[in-house]
């Protein structure tokens, strides 16, 4: 075991090392050694993809060479791990990874003698990589399997100079999700509460801290969504308490966990929490059905760290009409009761979300509200005529306002075919937004947990996806930066300036 930990460390040691500051003093007895290797290290971290290849099998030799040739680094990595904490964070400094022969062999026979629990080294090892979206070179039915089972694609590259390749963009991609700051604006981890889940722990559902450590995402706005029913006092009280209890629910989840996460208001101390390495956790309310017909309410819930309310789901309310087919005219909007609500949440510093509105509603909002809009998880009618994405008009009018649409992952929404449904045909959807509205006025709220799902993107670790896909076509930085958070930060801020005003 002393072996494997060497080598891991000096993995970890390779991909983190960074030259010392000029302020950095040694003791005197290691003083040259240290300053000599301080010097050594030209540039910090390897401008080149770290690639891993297992160690143990009889052909380390070539595949060290031909990923040499092709631009790589090779990093031996002993196959006999069963430190599982170890693998993840040696995993998250591997670029790509080789799959050998002799790995796969090994792969396979643990397979068919596992059972259930036991902790099997080369097993361990591909999941710490499939968990981070590593790129792997080779295949095998066994990874293919796997790879499907996540609702992943197991990519095959022609040629060590394509892997690499990837490899590099993968590298980069992950570089500038840890420089910016990456927010999800729209998903229902509170949904899963009723089934055990937690912000903490990494479980089937979706969203969580270790998720959003593999896919380096900073923050997520989790929700409070209200179903909708009936108008009458018996179910509009209980969705109020509802509300209010979901609220209060994610303040007590997130506090167990204080050393990686916390609520956050505000952009500032969103990015506050980042600098201190942990996740920020923002709260919405999805449906304003949780406020019944009680304006005090919107003031109650923003001090209980509310920072936007979607004005209705599927299914008329007190407040707009939804787009889902509710009782109302094609014709019918913002109600008298709605009008009050916009003034109050524009007084409030509350961001207004229009996601599942009705046409009518949407532009009565944005006639209404002194503040921009968003739209926190939505897609592109051009592409999908579903009655939840929006149509270039609104696009342009988001964009006239100072708005933001955030695009969504949700097949039945995107898509005539569900089961094609896959990570390129969302971005497709980014891709239009961005080319209607511009690059300011695009984000991303993916609705995890509440249907969001596509292959290759099926929970907060596989968001480092999404900006390989962005790199590939064609956005900069600092464009991918604007998208991953900045335009939907720059509504919130307005927002809640126009609050203090």
Same mark, same amino acid.
């Given at each position: 075991?002393?072996?494997?930990?060497?080598?891991?460390?000096?993995?970890?040691?390779?991909?983190?090392?960074?030259?010392?500051?000029?302020?950095?003093?040694?003791?005197?007895?290691?003083?040259?050694?240290?300053?000599?290797?301080?010097?050594?290290?030209?540039?910090?971290?390897?401008?080149?993809?770290?690639?891993?290849?297992?160690?143990?099998?009889?052909?380390?030799?070539?595949?060290?060479?031909?990923?040499?040739?092709?631009?790589?680094?090779?990093?031996?990595?002993?196959?006999?791990?069963?430190?599982?904490?170890?693998?993840?964070?040696?995993?998250?400094?591997?670029?790509?990874?080789?799959?050998?022969?002799?790995?796969?062999?090994?792969?396979?026979?643990?397979?068919?003698?596992?059972?259930?629990?036991?902790?099997?080294?080369?097993?361990?090892?591909?999941?710490?990589?499939?968990?981070?979206?590593?790129?792997? !070179?080779?295949?095998?039915?066994?990874?293919?399997?796997?790879?499907?089972?996540?609702?992943?694609?197991?990519?095959?590259?022609?040629?060590?100079?394509?892997?690499?390749?990837?490899?590099?963009?993968?590298?980069?991609?992950?570089?500038?999700?840890?420089?910016?700051?990456?927010?999800? #604006?729209?998903?229902?981890?509170?949904?899963? !509460?009723?089934?055990?889940?937690? =912000?903490?722990?990494?479980?089937?559902?979706?969203?969580?801290?270790?998720?959003?450590?593999?896919?380096?995402?900073?923050?997520?706005?989790?929700?409070?969504?209200?179903?909708?029913?009936?108008?009458?006092?018996?179910?509009?009280?209980?969705?109020?308490?509802?509300?209010?209890?979901?609220?209060?629910?994610?303040?007590?989840?997130?506090?167990?966990?204080?050393?990686?996460?916390?609520?956050?208001?505000?952009?500032?101390?969103?990015?506050?929490?980042?600098?201190?390495?942990?996740?920020?956790?923002?709260?919405?309310?999805?449906?304003?059905?949780?406020?019944?017909?009680?304006?005090?309410?919107?003031?109650?819930?923003?001090?209980?760290?509310?920072?936007?309310?979607?004005?209705?789901?599927?299914?008329?309310?007190?407040?707009?009409?939804?787009?889902?087919?509710?009782?109302?005219?094609?014709?019918?909007?913002?109600?008298?009761?709605?009008?009050?609500?916009?003034?109050?949440?524009?007084?409030?510093?509350?961001? =207004?979300?229009?996601?599942?509105?009705?046409?009518?509603?949407?532009?009565?909002?944005?006639?209404? #509200?002194?503040?921009?809009?968003?739209?926190?998880?939505?897609?592109?009618?051009?592409?999908?005529?579903?009655?939840?994405?929006?149509?270039?008009?609104?696009?342009?009018?988001?964009?006239?306002?100072?708005? *933001?649409?955030?695009?969504?992952?949700?097949?039945?929404?995107?898509?005539?075919?569900?089961?094609?449904?896959?990570?390129?045909?969302?971005?497709?959807?980014?891709?239009?937004?961005?080319?209607?509205?511009?690059?300011?006025?695009?984000?991303?709220?993916?609705?995890?947990?509440?249907?969001?799902?596509?292959?290759?993107?099926?929970?907060?670790?596989?968001?480092?996806?999404?900006? *390989?896909?962005?790199?590939?076509?064609?956005?900069?930085?600092?464009?991918?930066?604007?998208?991953?958070?900045?335009?939907?930060?720059?509504?919130?801020?307005?927002?809640?300036?126009?609050?203090?005003?």
């Amino acid at each position: 075991m002393k072996r494997t930990c060497i080598a891991i460390c000096a993995v970890l040691a390779l991909v983190s090392a960074t030259a010392a500051s000029a302020q950095t003093r040694y003791p005197d007895p290691v003083a040259a050694v240290f300053n000599a290797a301080d010097a050594s290290v030209k540039g910090g971290l390897p401008s080149a993809p770290v690639i891993a290849v297992p160690l143990g099998g009889c052909c380390e030799k070539d595949i060290f060479e031909a990923v040499t040739k092709s631009g790589g680094v090779p990093v031996g990595v002993p196959a006999d791990i069963t430190d599982f904490n170890l693998l993840r964070d040696a995993a998250a400094s591997f670029d790509g990874f080789v799959l050998t022969d002799s790995f796969k062999g090994m792969m396979d026979a643990e397979a068919a003698d596992s059972t259930a629990g036991e902790l099997r080294p080369a097993l361990e090892l591909i999941k710490a990589v499939v968990d981070r979206n590593v790129p792997v !070179y080779g295949s095998s039915d066994l990874l293919a399997s796997i790879e499907d089972g996540l609702i992943r694609s197991h990519a095959q590259y022609p040629s060590m100079d394509a892997f690499i390749s990837k490899a590099g963009t993968y590298k980069k991609a992950k570089a500038l999700m840890q420089r910016i700051f990456v927010l999800d #604006s729209h998903n229902d981890q509170p949904c899963e !509460y009723r089934e055990g889940a937690s =912000i903490g722990l990494r479980q089937s559902n979706l969203v969580s801290v270790p998720k959003m450590v593999e896919g380096y995402k900073d923050g997520a706005m989790v929700v409070s969504w209200i179903a909708q029913r009936e108008l009458d006092e018996e179910h509009t009280s209980k969705a109020v308490k509802r509300c209010e209890w979901i609220i209060d629910q994610v303040h007590r989840d997130v506090e167990k966990y204080p050393d990686v996460c916390g609520i956050a208001t505000t952009e500032a101390e969103a990015r506050a929490l980042k600098v201190q390495g942990k996740k920020a956790l923002f709260i919405g309310v999805e449906n304003g059905y949780g406020i019944g017909t009680d304006l005090s309410l919107i003031k109650k819930y923003r001090d209980k760290g509310m920072i936007y309310m979607t004005l209705c789901h599927s299914g008329d309310n007190a407040i707009c009409h939804t787009s889902a087919g509710g009782s109302h005219e094609g014709d019918e909007g913002v109600t008298k009761f709605g009008k009050k609500v916009i003034k109050e949440l524009n007084r409030c510093g509350v961001v =207004i979300d229009l996601s599942h509105a009705n046409e009518a509603s949407f532009w009565d909002a944005v006639r209404l #509200s002194k503040s921009p809009i968003v739209c926190t998880h939505s897609g592109a009618a051009a592409l999908y005529g579903h009655d939840r994405n929006l149509t270039d008009e609104q696009l342009k009018a988001l964009a006239r306002t100072g708005g *933001v649409c955030q695009v969504y992952i949700v097949s039945g929404f995107m898509s005539d075919d569900p089961s094609k449904f896959d990570i390129d045909l969302m971005i497709d959807h980014l891709m239009h937004c961005i080319d209607v509205a511009g690059i300011d006025h695009v984000g991303i709220g993916t609705d995890f947990d509440g249907g969001g799902v596509a292959r290759d993107i099926n929970g907060d670790n596989d968001m480092v996806n999404i900006t *390989v896909k962005l790199l590939e076509r064609g956005l900069s930085e600092e464009d991918i930066e604007k998208v991953w958070g900045v335009n939907f930060f720059r509504v919130l801020g307005q927002a809640q300036k126009l609050a203090v005003k």
